[in-house]
């Protein structure tokens, strides 16, 4: 049975090749690379890290903010970094977003604002951009606030957006899920050249990973990379029914990245040069219409879902559905009806979820916590045939939401 996957991994074989010929290149230079990338992205003041987790956490070790001081946070994130606000003592105050356009508005930044607020986490999701002038709207009063955008999962090419020239830090991941996936590594622009200093101090204590782990993490993506294609993750599903084991918990095994328990420690290190060398080869060879095919997905099957309200950031234009999320209320129904008819859907696949505050006297952010206990992933990327496509549409069209 074919079984086309919830993801595209955004990597081809050719890549992976690239990859482990940097395993054993003998002659890579560190400044030159580095050198590259910073041209790459078009500014002196970046920095390159083993992940956004790295950077983020660096920043709070440099700037060693008073213990019970809070972080705003957008109300959808992963656990580990609010893993990482606690480990500096600090505390998380989440915001909510509206669904629809995946923005923020200024009157929840204001609301959530206190004397102890020392830093906002920006982080627009699911491959759409975050409109910024609400949050500096609301900080026009507090220019002792640092602004991070944590766009992850917003990289859409280098002449594309690298972040807000007015945030203080914009991240971006080239982890093994994300777009242009270099299997790791993260790159960041700051706006200040002495934090940007002070940063890459704190970085350089770190040990760097060694060649062999980079390439048996090239071999491991390898394998995944096999496990995507349709004719063999539909073996993969059939066999794991057969012998009653849970497929989306091993999927969920094999892509994540970090053990929340060792997640400092995990963080702290440095990409080795091999890495680094293939993040500049993903970046110098990506081209300007490399994600027009899943645009082009994620639009068909937004404009043909009897109601395209349930699809998230359906009012953001800058949509490049690296995820395709829908609210359903019979999750279980959806997912298995989707599968039935060759798709892989899920909800728990991804780390994402409502983050909960840490005093009482801030709220859950409702529209987050509603809807991401509702949510569906959807398979609509450029790797679904078109007529499949519009098989899938009418499967989740027949399931009442």
């Known amino acids: 049975m074919i079984i086309y ?22 002659m890579l230079n560190k400044k030159k690379i580095i050198g590259v990338l910073k041209a790459l992205w078009s500014s002196e003041k970046s920095v390159v890290s083993f992940s956004v987790r790295t950077t983020f956490d660096a920043l709070l070790r440099e700037l060693d903010f008073p213990v019970g001081s809070e972080v705003i ?79 992850a999962q917003a990289f859409c090419g280098i002449e594309q957006y690298l972040g807000d020239p007015r945030s203080d830090v914009s991240l971006f991941s080239f982890g093994s899920i994300k777009t242009a996936s270099a299997l790791g590594c993260s790159l960041g622009r700051f706006k200040d050249q002495n934090l940007q200093t002070a940063i890459m101090k704190v970085l350089s204590g770190y040990e760097h990973r060694h060649r062999l782990g980079f390439a048996i993490r090239i071999i491991k993506y390898f394998f995944l990379k096999i496990l995507s294609e349709p004719m063999i993750y539909g073996l993969f599903v059939t066999f794991s029914k057969i012998f009653k084991a849970d497929y989306d918990a091993l999927i969920i095994s094999a892509v994540r990245n970090f053990n929340t328990d060792e997640l400092l420690g995990q963080i702290r290190i440095q990409p080795c040069l091999p890495q680094l060398a293939f993040l500049r080869y993903r970046l110098k060879s990506i081209h300007n219409d490399h994600l027009q095919g899943r645009i082009n997905a994620g639009n068909y099957v937004q404009g043909h879902l009897n109601d395209s309200l349930n699809v998230y950031g359906s009012g953001n234009k800058t949509h490049t559905y690296w995820l395709f999320p829908v609210r359903c209320s019979d999750r279980k129904t959806l997912i298995k009806e989707l599968i039935a008819h060759g798709f892989d859907a899920t909800y728990t696949s991804t780390q994402l979820q409502a983050i ?24 609509v990327h450029d790797g679904v045939p078109p007529q499949k496509l519009e098989k899938l549409v009418a499967v989740v069209n027949s399931i009442p939401k």
Not at 83 to 94: C, D, K, N, S, T
Not at 356 to 368: G, K, L
């Open 5 to 26: 996957p919830r993801k595209k991994l955004d990597y081809s074989y050719t890549d992976l090749l690239a990859a482990m010929g940097c395993t054993i290149h003998p």
């Open 356 to 379: 909960t505050p840490d005093m009482d006297i801030h709220s859950e952010p409702p529209n987050c916590t509603k809807y991401m206990a509702e949510t569906v992933y959807l398979p």
């Open 73 to 151: 946070m957008t109300g959808i994130n992963i656990p580990d970094m609010v893993h990482i606000v606690h480990a500096h003592g600090l505390q998380v105050v989440p915001i909510d977003m509206e669904i629809s356009t995946l923005q923020v508005q200024h009157e929840e930044i204001v609301r959530a604002l206190s004397p102890r607020t020392v830093i906002i986490v920006v982080a627009p999701l699911f491959g759409t951009h975050m409109d910024m002038d609400p949050v500096f709207e609301a900080l026009k009063n507090h220019p002792e606030i640092i602004v991070v955008e944590d766009c």
